[in-house]
């Protein structure tokens, strides 16, 4: 049989597209798996702009976090701040956090972190980077552990070149979440209730925010380097009787632990940081199995391809995407209801800051008048209690909402311990024929400040030199050493809450 010439040419044509399918399957594949492979990103690299490369939705979301720009000085809000931390850094500068994009620049630009002249000199230890940036694991890594926290802040200033960033939470050689604080883990096996061997995926969406948002003290820790003796300030979280304001409490108490002796009232003090983590567990989302990112990180989808906004910053500018995934109601119900809770904890934290710095302020005034370590120390008991607790409930960010019950049970014990000590100071003080004593005026920051006798614009010219000096030759370090990366820094305004 004679082939016909059509069939064929029908026949040829037809495998066109078969081997067109063919060739395009293969070229599928190959970008699926290019989509698949971990790129290769070297280990710990902190130039998240590196990682950007290869996940250009998360790293274009990481950068919306430098739209949180707004500086919110909380010692003008409320001036009793000032008199609560005479003595203390926080004294001088503290504002509401920012987002992550600023959490390096804001370290440097605090005045609580000072002004050194060189790598030896200022107020603060090197653990003071400790959650600001993607720059620490790399160094705890080339220096270890003992070393990079040992020394003063400005040791390290020519290294951190990079805020928070994708090496803070992920692993490059496997993209998966990761921790990279060992504190972290420490902290939670020694507590128990959740073991770093039994922690789940869902764990892990919390867990790499609770690397930094948590509450920790500097545990003097004394080692041997090399035959020479030196002394690190290690990051530690106070877990160990749990992770309540009383358990922690309790273990500060047992170890005797004084993050400041108070400048007037001179009581042992204890500074809260931000146990954001530990009031989240104890709130109705966490217990209903939800974790950080669930909130603060919502899914997102573009042309088919679902991914975690890298935005982190408040639900409330997303409520479609978090909230009402699982509740019904509309966005402006949602943000009346965390208004309120937000209200009612304002109001008793007000309370809280006014009782306890008129407490400080009246046992300033026993002393004064002669009275002694062993008639004041009951009364400087309760100040320190009731301001640990106070700060634990205002300091773990969010808390009002994450766990409202818990946030105003703490401060409840807070107003009732400041009481405690006005009542027994009042003894004091009309033993000493001052019944009648009124603190002064703290209503401004600029009254409170003085009060304290803080050289604020001392302060203030100081740490301007600073930042025109040893902090622009930091930065042309770090740039010679290749750790700086420019997308970190673009359009960024210089604010701070002295430079208006
Ligand atoms: C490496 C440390 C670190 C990690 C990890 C981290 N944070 Fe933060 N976070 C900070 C610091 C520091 C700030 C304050 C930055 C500033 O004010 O400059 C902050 C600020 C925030 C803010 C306030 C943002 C704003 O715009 O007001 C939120 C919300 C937040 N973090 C949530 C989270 C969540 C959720 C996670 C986990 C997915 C997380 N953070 C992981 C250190 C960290
Ligand atoms: C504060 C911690 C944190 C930082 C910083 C961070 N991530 Fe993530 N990332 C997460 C979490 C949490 C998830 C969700 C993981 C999950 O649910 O599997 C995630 C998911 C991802 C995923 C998986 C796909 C997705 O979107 O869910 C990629 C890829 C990724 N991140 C890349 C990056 C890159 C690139 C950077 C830096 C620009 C970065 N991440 C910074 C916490 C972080
Ligand atoms: C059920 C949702 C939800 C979960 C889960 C959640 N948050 Fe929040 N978070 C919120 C809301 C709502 C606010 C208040 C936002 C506002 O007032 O703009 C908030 C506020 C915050 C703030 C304060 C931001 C600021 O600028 O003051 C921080 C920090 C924070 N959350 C961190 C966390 C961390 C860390 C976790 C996990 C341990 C977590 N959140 C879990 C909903 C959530
Ligand atoms: C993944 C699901 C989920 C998301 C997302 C979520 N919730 Fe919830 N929420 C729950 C569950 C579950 C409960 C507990 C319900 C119960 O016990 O009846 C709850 C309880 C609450 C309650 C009552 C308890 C309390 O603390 O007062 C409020 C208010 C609330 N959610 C607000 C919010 C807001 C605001 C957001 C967004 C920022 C949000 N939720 C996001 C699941 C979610």
């Not at 049989?1 to 597209?17: D, G, N, Y």
């Not at 009402?324 to 904890?345: D, M, P, Q, S, V």
């Not at 946030?407 to 009732?416: D, E, Y």
Request: include cysteine; aromatic fraction near 10%.
């Amino acid at each position: 049989m004679k082939k016909s010439p059509i069939v064929f040419t029908l026949c040829t044509l037809a495998t066109v597209p078969m081997v067109l399918l063919t060739l395009s399957i293969r070229e599928n594949k190959a970008e699926q798996k290019t989509i698949e492979s971990v790129p290769p990103i070297k280990e710990l690299e902190s130039r998240s702009s590196e990682w950007g490369k290869y996940y250009p939705r998360q790293y274009d979301t990481y950068l919306q976090t430098r739209k949180s720009d707004k500086i919110d000085d909380v010692l003008k809000e409320d001036p009793a701040l000032v008199v609560l931390w005479a003595g203390y850094g926080f004294s001088k500068d503290y504002n509401k956090p920012r987002g992550h994009y600023y959490a390096l620049e804001d370290n440097i630009n605090t005045l609580r972190t000072g002004a050194p002249t060189d790598g030896k000199t200022g107020p603060m230890p090197t653990a003071c980077w400790t959650c600001k940036s993607p720059d620490v694991p790399r160094l705890i890594k080339r220096d270890g552990e003992n070393e990079f926290f040992t020394g003063k802040w400005s040791k390290y200033g020519a290294e951190m070149m990079n805020s928070i960033g994708c090496a803070d939470c992920h692993d490059s050689t496997t993209m998966k979440l990761t921790l990279t604080r060992d504190y972290l883990k420490r902290a939670l096996d020694a507590e128990g209730s959740l073991k770093v061997a039994d922690v789940t995926h869902q764990d892990m969406r919390t867990l790499v925010c609770a690397q930094c948002h948590s509450e920790y003290y500097f545990k003097k820790t004394d080692w041997e380097d090399k035959g020479e003796k030196k002394t690190a300030m290690v990051v530690t979280f106070p877990w160990k009787n749990g992770l309540s304001a009383d358990a922690m409490e309790a273990y500060y108490d047992g170890i005797e632990f004084v993050d400041w002796t108070h400048q007037m009232s001179k009581t042992p003090m204890l500074k809260a940081q931000h146990p954001g983590y530990e009031m989240f567990v104890t709130g109705v989302h966490a217990k209903n199995g939800l974790a950080c990112a669930d909130c603060h990180m919502p899914y997102m989808r573009e042309g088919g391809v679902k991914y975690s906004s890298h935005n982190v910053g408040s639900p409330l500018d997303n409520i479609g995407n978090t909230c009402l995934n699982c509740h019904t109601g509309t966005e402006k119900e949602f943000r009346e209801t965390i208004e309120k809770k937000l209200a009612r904890k304002d109001e008793l934290a007000q309370i809280a800051t006014d009782v306890l710095a008129k407490a400080h302020l009246e046992a300033a005034k026993a002393w004064e008048l002669g009275a002694t370590n062993e008639e004041m120390k009951p009364a400087l008991t309760d100040i320190r209690h009731g301001q640990w607790r106070w700060d634990y409930a205002v300091a773990s960010h969010g808390g009002f909402f994450h766990a409202p019950e818990e946030t105003l049970r703490v401060l409840g014990t807070a107003i009732s311990k400041g009481q405690d000590a006005r009542v027994k100071l009042r003894t004091v003080l009309a033993k000493y024929n001052a019944a009648d004593y009124v603190a002064p005026d703290f209503s401004t920051k600029e009254k409170a400040q003085q009060i304290i006798g803080l050289p604020y614009d001392k302060l203030v010219e100081e740490k301007k030199t600073f930042l025109n000096t040893l902090r622009k030759e930091w930065d042309k370090q770090g740039e010679a050493k290749g750790l700086y990366d420019p997308a970190t820094r673009k359009d960024m305004v210089f604010k701070t809450s002295y430079s208006e």
